[in-house]
């Protein structure tokens, strides 16, 4: 090891101390019952009309942001890209894509958030950069054996010349994992061609996202939400293996090669460091898709602090599959000694309110290469359950991540012309797989106009026609509305809110029931025909309730009656 290497390691060493002595206090864990909003920041707002959502167009929407009644914006990846993946292909991790803005307009954005009351996290994508960025053209440039190609994952090829690929990997998006340079060199690839990994077994790789962290931790980032944060560390010792062994079942814990190893919370504990220096000290969520009693390692105080629950955005509409889920979660969270995160949607899957639309067991590949008519959605249905899920998750202790336009109803737009499409999944799987661009199409904020109040022109993907009646001019003044909704809802919750646990109140097949401390409780009717409402005065319903009994796919809060109670909400 180089005497500079070691110095880099005695940095990372010495921060992952500091970590495990630093305190925290609760007022700091301002995050462990927020409501996070993500925004997709090309699909948000568009301020100069060149159909790409940009930065002050987000700056310009921050009232909005704040009549929702959000703790907190999660921006999804602003950062140089050739959007190869959405900005998830990053060219420098300490700069803004001059397309949707300057490090100014950021500054400007996150003290315009702040002065509203809202805090800002920013994603970070570890796993890999762009095909862009300088290192990589350096690691191209330099040649085989190099240490800028130590940064990277490089291998040999096989055969005599190399002109083979090390293994039969296969990528995420479709196609090998290996990609040749000419020089009998592959690069990894677990994603795009465009998306080289990193060697996370460099010191200096380590030591770079230490100083991208204080970047923009000094600029006022209040957290971070870390991108596929279970495949940094990976054991590519020779040999390597093949696809099939892989993916073989029953590898013991943090044995993987490439996936959820043991020794991935090294470089988060030397970020929690980082985190800590700060006061309040920063925090972060962990995309960590491993089995849940994997979870908590990442969502521990002295790693990232939280890690994404997505057990109830791929389970189907059934009461005793949501009360196990709950139940897991909430006990993973007291072993890891932080709070659960709950959420429905996000900028990689199908909405829910249009999963919740189709029959439970629908393929959503095919469904989506189908158009969205195979079988045809039963939109109505979709945005009871999709409101009903959202009011039972916002009851919940823990944290709750809200996607843009949920609050809207929006559906997925499912019939995006082929030519419009433009995540890397489409290419990549051949046109069998459609990808997720139908989820990302922008935001409706008028009834009328080009696109609908995003900006003055055309949107990057085309909206359908049927974003006008969910627009949020379309919904400000009607009471019962999906907008209407949301806000009348955090802002309960945000009364109502207390200790973080629960109390089961029945066992119901068809229902899930719990009380909060305090007295309020939350019901959910699963099943076909209306159930008994308990007592208490109903403070809020996903939909409308009439008489003694909750209808089906319908959530419902009540509180003791109190002589100074609010008036009912029903909508």
Same mark, same amino acid.
């Given at each position: 090891?180089?005497?500079?290497?070691?110095?880099?390691?005695?940095?990372?060493?010495?921060?992952?101390?500091?970590? %495990?002595?630093?305190?925290?206090?609760?007022?700091?864990?301002?995050?462990?019952?927020?409501?996070?909003?993500?925004?997709?920041?090309?699909?948000?707002?568009?301020?100069?009309?060149?159909?790409?959502?940009?930065?002050?167009?987000?700056? %310009?929407?921050?009232?909005?942001?704040?009549?929702?009644?959000?703790?907190?914006?999660?921006?999804?990846?602003?950062?140089?890209?050739?959007?190869?993946?959405?900005?998830?292909?990053?060219?420098?991790?300490?700069?803004?894509?001059?397309?949707?803005?300057?490090?100014?307009?950021?500054?400007?954005? $996150?003290?315009?958030?702040?002065?509203?009351?809202?805090?800002?996290?920013?994603?970070?994508?570890?796993?890999?950069?762009?095909?862009?960025?300088?290192?990589?053209?350096?690691?191209?440039?330099?040649?085989?054996?190099?240490?800028?190609?130590?940064?990277?994952?490089?291998?040999?090829?096989?055969?005599?010349?190399?002109?083979?690929?090390?293994?039969?990997?296969?990528?995420?998006?479709?196609?090998?994992?290996?990609?040749?340079?000419?020089?009998?060199?592959?690069?990894?690839?677990?994603?795009?061609?465009?998306?080289?990994?990193?060697?996370?077994?460099?010191?200096?790789?380590?030591? *770079?996202?230490?100083?991208?962290?204080?970047?923009?931790?000094?600029?006022?980032?209040?957290?971070?939400?870390?991108?596929?944060?279970?495949?940094?560390?990976?054991?590519?010792?020779?040999?390597?293996?093949?696809?099939?062994?892989?993916?073989?079942?029953?590898?013991?814990?943090?044995?993987?090669?490439?996936?959820?190893?043991?020794?991935?919370?090294?470089?988060?504990?030397?970020?929690?460091?980082?985190?800590?220096?700060?006061?309040?000290?920063?925090?972060?969520?962990?995309?960590?898709?491993?089995?849940?009693?994997?979870?908590?390692?990442?969502?521990?105080?002295?790693?990232?602090?939280?890690?994404?629950?997505?057990?109830?955005?791929?389970?189907?509409?059934?009461?005793?599959?949501?009360?196990?889920?709950?139940?897991?979660?909430?006990?993973?969270?007291?072993?890891?000694?932080?709070?659960?995160?709950?959420?429905?949607?996000?900028?990689?899957?199908?909405?829910?309110?249009?999963?919740?639309?189709?029959?439970?067991?629908? *393929?959503?590949?095919?469904?989506?290469?189908?158009?969205?008519?195979?079988?045809?959605?039963?939109?109505?249905?979709?945005?009871?359950?999709?409101?009903?899920?959202?009011?039972?998750?916002?009851?919940?202790?823990?944290?709750?991540?809200?996607?843009?336009?949920?609050?809207?109803?929006?559906?997925? $737009?499912?019939?995006?012309?082929?030519?419009?499409?433009?995540?890397?999944?489409?290419?990549?799987?051949?046109?069998?797989?459609?990808?997720?661009?139908?989820?990302?199409?922008?935001?409706?904020?008028?009834?009328?106009?080009? %696109?609908?109040?995003?900006?003055?022109?055309?949107?990057?993907?085309?909206?359908?026609?049927?974003?006008?009646?969910? %627009?949020?001019?379309?919904?400000?003044?009607?009471?019962?509305?999906?907008?209407?909704?949301?806000?009348?809802?955090?802002?309960?919750?945000?009364?109502?809110?207390?200790?973080?646990?629960?109390?089961?109140?029945?066992?119901?097949?068809?229902? $899930?029931?719990?009380?909060?401390?305090?007295?309020?409780?939350?019901?959910?009717?699963?099943?076909?025909?209306?159930?008994?409402?308990?007592?208490?005065?109903?403070?809020?319903?996903?939909?409308?309730?009439?008489?003694?009994?909750?209808?089906?796919?319908?959530?419902?809060?009540?509180?003791?009656?109190?002589?100074?109670?609010?008036?009912?909400?029903?909508?």
């Amino acid at each position: 090891m180089t005497e500079a290497a070691a110095e880099v390691l005695g940095e990372v060493l010495d921060a992952e101390f500091r970590a %495990s002595s630093a305190p925290r206090s609760e007022a700091d864990a301002w995050w462990r019952q927020a409501v996070v909003y993500q925004i997709y920041p090309r699909s948000f707002a568009d301020a100069n009309g060149d159909g790409i959502g940009d930065l002050p167009g987000i700056t %310009s929407r921050v009232g909005y942001l704040r009549d929702l009644g959000v703790d907190a914006v999660w921006l999804s990846p602003f950062y140089p890209s050739a959007l190869a993946d959405g900005g998830y292909d990053v060219d420098d991790y300490r700069d803004v894509d001059p397309r949707i803005g300057t490090l100014d307009q950021f500054d400007a954005l $996150v003290a315009a958030l702040h002065a509203a009351g809202i805090r800002v996290i920013v994603d970070i994508v570890p796993n890999h950069t762009s095909n862009r960025h300088v290192w990589f053209r350096e690691a191209l440039a330099a040649g085989p054996g190099s240490a800028a190609r130590d940064r990277y994952v490089f291998r040999r090829g096989s055969g005599p010349d190399g002109e083979e690929p090390p293994t039969d990997w296969t990528a995420a998006f479709g196609g090998p994992a290996w990609e040749p340079v000419g020089d009998g060199d592959w690069y990894l690839h677990l994603f795009a061609p465009e998306q080289p990994d990193l060697n996370w077994a460099n010191p200096e790789v380590r030591a *770079d996202f230490l100083t991208t962290l204080r970047f923009w931790a000094d600029r006022g980032v209040d957290g971070f939400r870390v991108d596929v944060a279970h495949m940094l560390a990976k054991d590519l010792s020779e040999p390597l293996p093949g696809q099939d062994q892989l993916r073989a079942d029953g590898l013991p814990d943090g044995t993987h090669r490439l996936e959820d190893r043991d020794e991935v919370h090294e470089i988060y504990r030397a970020w929690r460091a980082v985190f800590n220096e700060y006061d309040p000290p920063r925090t972060a969520v962990a995309e960590a898709w491993v089995p849940a009693h994997r979870r908590p390692r990442y969502a521990s105080p002295d790693g990232l602090g939280q890690a994404f629950n997505f057990d109830l955005l791929q389970a189907e509409w059934d009461a005793v599959t949501f009360r196990r889920i709950i139940e897991e979660n909430l006990a993973l969270a007291r072993v890891s000694g932080t709070s659960s995160t709950w959420v429905f949607s996000n900028h990689d899957v199908v909405r829910h309110p249009t999963r919740y639309a189709l029959p439970n067991g629908t *393929d959503l590949r095919s469904w989506l290469l189908s158009g969205g008519v195979d079988p045809r959605p039963d939109g109505e249905q979709g945005l009871r359950r999709g409101r009903a899920a959202t009011l039972l998750a916002l009851a919940l202790p823990g944290s709750s991540y809200l996607y843009q336009g949920e609050e809207l109803g929006l559906f997925e $737009v499912a019939d995006l012309p082929e030519e419009a499409l433009q995540d890397p999944t489409w290419k990549r799987s051949k046109g069998t797989e459609r990808g997720r661009d139908g989820c990302r199409v922008p935001l409706p904020w008028t009834v009328a106009g080009p %696109s609908f109040g995003f900006g003055q022109g055309a949107a990057h993907l085309p909206q359908p026609a049927a974003f006008a009646a969910h %627009s949020v001019e379309g919904q400000e003044a009607e009471p019962g509305s999906t907008l209407s909704f949301y806000r009348h809802a955090l802002a309960e919750r945000r009364r109502l809110q207390t200790a973080e646990s629960l109390t089961w109140v029945d066992d119901r097949a068809d229902v $899930v029931h719990f009380r909060r401390p305090g007295g309020w409780t939350c019901v959910t009717n699963f099943g076909t025909s209306p159930a008994p409402l308990p007592p208490g005065r109903l403070v809020l319903a996903s939909g409308p309730v009439v008489g003694a009994h909750l209808p089906q796919d319908t959530t419902a809060w009540l509180e003791p009656e109190v002589a100074d109670a609010h008036p009912d909400f029903r909508n």
